[in-house]
């Protein structure tokens, strides 16, 4: 099944299957073969084939394809992005569960500040940054604002204590997108929460991956 929008006309139909074979065309000779063995096994990928791969399709001027052009993304519409994803699969490239590149970097694009932008978002391009989302807690998943991780400003600086839980290939990252309670005295739970952007490198930081029965984790 392939993406086909019936309010879109003939000529961008067209233009889209132009697309779609510029895609495939690539793909077929750029996945490395031991990523496409694992990806056809319905294996995952090592951080190493994950890294290797993001940055063939950076090269490529792939590595975004939800972000404006402006900062280093495609500028795909959703239709391209989709036809980019189902091409992926067909051709047994492995999509990678990348935060940085779909959910974080988009929120320093809309919300951040420029200066947050040129720091942060040319290292989630290259993958020298790899990126995890610190929301949820041993106590604190569905229900976020029972949130107990806190942080304190001292000077230049936030002291944070707590701990994260369930944060998808966290063991990769370096860097995180933090959820932590800054208010304590706040009169609702879901107020006094603010977001860090914390480097996981950081003396007193410890990550453990968990493991499932499997051996991913």
Not at 11 to 24: G, L, M, P, T, V
Not at 53 to 75: D, M, N, S, V
Not at 84 to 108: C, M
Request: glycine share 8%; net charge neutral.
């Amino acid at each position: 099944m392939t993406m086909r929008d019936p309010r879109t006309s003939d000529r961008a139909q067209d233009s889209d299957e132009a697309f779609r074979a510029e895609i495939r065309s690539f793909l077929r000779d750029a996945v490395p073969a031991d990523i496409r063995a694992a990806t056809r096994a319905h294996c995952l990928v090592t951080r190493e084939q994950a890294a290797r791969w993001h940055r063939i399709l950076h090269a490529q001027g792939w590595a975004a394809p939800g972000w404006p052009r402006e900062h280093g993304g495609t500028g795909w519409s959703l239709v391209r992005q989709a036809i980019f994803r189902e091409e992926l699969a067909a051709s047994d490239a492995p999509y990678i569960e990348n935060l940085g590149i779909d959910t974080i970097g988009p929120t320093l694009i809309r919300h951040g500040t420029d200066e947050q932008c040129r720091r942060f978002l040319p290292g989630m391009l290259s993958f020298d940054d790899f990126w995890a989302q610190g929301y949820s807690e041993p106590d604190a998943g569905s229900d976020l604002a029972a949130l107990r991780t806190t942080a304190r400003r001292e000077g230049d600086c936030w002291i944070v204590n707590g701990s994260k839980i369930w944060q998808s290939l966290g063991h990769w990252a370096n860097w995180a997108l933090l959820l932590v309670r800054t208010d304590p005295a706040a009169s609702r739970k879901q107020d006094g929460i603010s977001i860090l952007l914390v480097d996981l490198r950081t003396p007193g930081v410890t990550v453990r991956p968990i493991r499932y029965i499997n051996g991913s984790h």
